[in-house]
């Protein structure tokens, strides 16, 4: 298969005032593949996440999805296609119940009504490890809990491809073990996963494939080990080796 | 001789643990450079150092006296100084009014805005002009003079080249080491790896909110920063 016959991003440009925050990138996932993004601070990854997810519009370049031209869609078009993204700093609606939570995303859109909106909120709420705190409000979880409330709320809209910005910061090392469990999971049924992280070590225990962004271009693409490994990659975080 | 001392420092940001148990070490007279990945936790321990950000738990002891409960101006009068990343002037202040309103709460020493304007003369012909007008890397250097009018016995320094063009970098880096020839005892976040073991006797990594690394400049190599900086070899070891 030809990844760039599921989602793909050719030569994207996006300019914050004078500032070039992406710089022609061009990225391609395979439908059920995941893919790590990673890059300094400023690299650009969450400006691609919000292209890929259509939240933003590029000055230039274009965003397919299953072959179709979807740059001018926006995220809520996006999302019934089968695009979901999570947040990096997870807003739930306190508010509301863990489940409620989740059945705003199962009904997003129409995607799923009545009983079957119900019955897909408590799947992914049981996926993600939430099943016994379906009837907590929102507002009173953990971190931990509410990074897999935001990728809960995600999962509910039916997606084909999964797009999570840096849910792993801030956790310990056994919750970003729980966390793992619960991303592989969903990637373990066909979702495909984009995740930025910067939390190199937590990232490269499920991904095959790592993307470094620097300055708004893509400076290394391929296997893990062979990525980080890469003199420029490691010239991004830390400066120029003398 | 120990002058700073970090015991066992926690720090939060709402649910977020943004510093874990962190303890270290700095003598007078001492160049510590702490370096890690955005989001490790660096700037959080220097502003909790510096009485901007509430330790969860844990001490700061500053020539052995605890200061963790302390307010930051206080701090200041004690003797530590913080450059906060992105600089922070008073934009709407003059380079000399900016270090006026530090010397407020000035301990005694060699620092004043005479001298201060004779070490740092690129100063001079700023002195009266609103500092929201200067160019990033004048800015820095004004904010690091601003930190020094207070003559603190530690200085802090968070990211000083952080979004500066590299001939900036270069005279902000020729600014401190004037300060650096005095034998101020310094304490600093720097992404430039090369440039931290070049200013630094000793680095610290870090990486989620803990030390991994520590040793002095001369040991360190750029390979075993890199290990501890992404954590990877806990992943290898993990699987």
Redesign the interface.
């Given at each position: 298969m030809t990844s760039g016959e599921f989602l793909s991003a050719e030569g994207i440009r996006v300019h914050f005032g004078a500032l070039t925050v992406l710089d022609g990138v061009t990225f391609a996932i395979a439908e059920g593949e995941a893919v790590g993004i990673v890059g300094?601070?400023g690299a650009g990854k969450t400006t691609l996440l919000n292209v890929l997810a259509g939240s933003l519009r590029p000055a230039e370049g274009v965003v397919r999805f299953r072959g179709a031209d979807v740059t001018g869609r926006g995220a809520a078009t996006r999302s019934r296609l089968g695009i979901a993204r999570s947040h990096q700093v997870p807003r739930p609606f306190g508010d509301l119940t863990v489940f409620e939570n989740v059945l705003v995303g199962a009904t997003a859109g129409g995607a799923a009504r009545g009983a079957e909106a119900r019955r897909r909120s408590l799947d992914v709420l049981e996926r993600c490890g939430l099943g016994a705190l379906a009837n907590r409000r929102a507002e009173a979880l953990?971190?931990l809990d509410?990074k897999r409330l935001e990728m809960a709320r995600a999962l509910a809209t039916g997606p084909a491809v999964l797009l999570l910005d840096?849910i792993g910061?801030?956790l310990?090392d056994a919750e970003a073990d729980e966390l793992l469990v619960a991303v592989e999971a969903v990637r373990a049924q066909g979702v495909a996963i984009v995740w930025i992280e910067?939390?190199?070590?937590?990232l490269?225990?499920l991904v095959g494939r790592l993307v470094c962004l620097d300055a708004g271009s893509v400076i290394a693409d391929g296997e893990p080990d062979v990525v980080?490994g890469d003199a420029a990659v490691?010239d991004a975080?830390?400066?120029?080796?003398? | 001789m120990t002058l700073l001392r970090v015991e066992s420092l926690e720090a939060r940001h709402g649910l977020l643990a943004a510093v874990r148990g962190v303890s270290l070490t700095l003598d007078a007279g001492e160049t510590l450079a702490l370096v890690g990945a955005n989001g490790a936790g660096k700037t959080t321990l220097l502003r909790t150092i510096a009485g901007a950000h509430a330790a969860a738990s844990g001490r700061v002891l500053l020539d052995g006296a605890d200061v963790t409960r302390l307010p930051s101006h206080r701090r200041v009068g004690l003797g530590i100084a913080l450059v906060p990343e992105g600089r922070r002037l008073f934009p709407g202040l003059t380079v000399e009014e900016n270090l006026r309103v530090a010397g407020t709460r000035a301990r005694p020493g060699r620092w004043n805005l005479e001298t201060l304007l004779e070490a740092f003369p690129l100063l001079r012909p700023l002195r009266r002009q609103p500092a929201g007008t200067l160019s990033g890397g004048q800015q820095q250097v004004a904010a690091i003079a601003r930190a020094l009018m207070s003559n603190p016995r530690v200085l802090l320094l968070d990211e000083v080249s952080l979004g500066l063009a590299p001939r900036a970098v270069e005279d902000v880096y020729a600014s401190l080491a004037q300060v650096l020839g005095e034998g101020a005892t310094i304490l600093l976040v720097e992404q430039d790896l090369g440039r931290a073991l070049n200013v630094a006797s000793r680095v610290v990594c870090m990486l989620e909110g803990r030390t991994v690394l520590e040793g002095s400049s001369r040991e360190l190599t750029r390979e075993r920063v890199t290990e501890a900086y992404f954590g990877l070899r806990r992943a290898g070891a993990k699987a």
């Open positions: 300094p601070n953990g971190l509410r840096e910061g801030g310990t910067h939390i190199v070590h937590v490269v225990r980080m490691v975080y830390l400066g120029r080796s003398a | -």
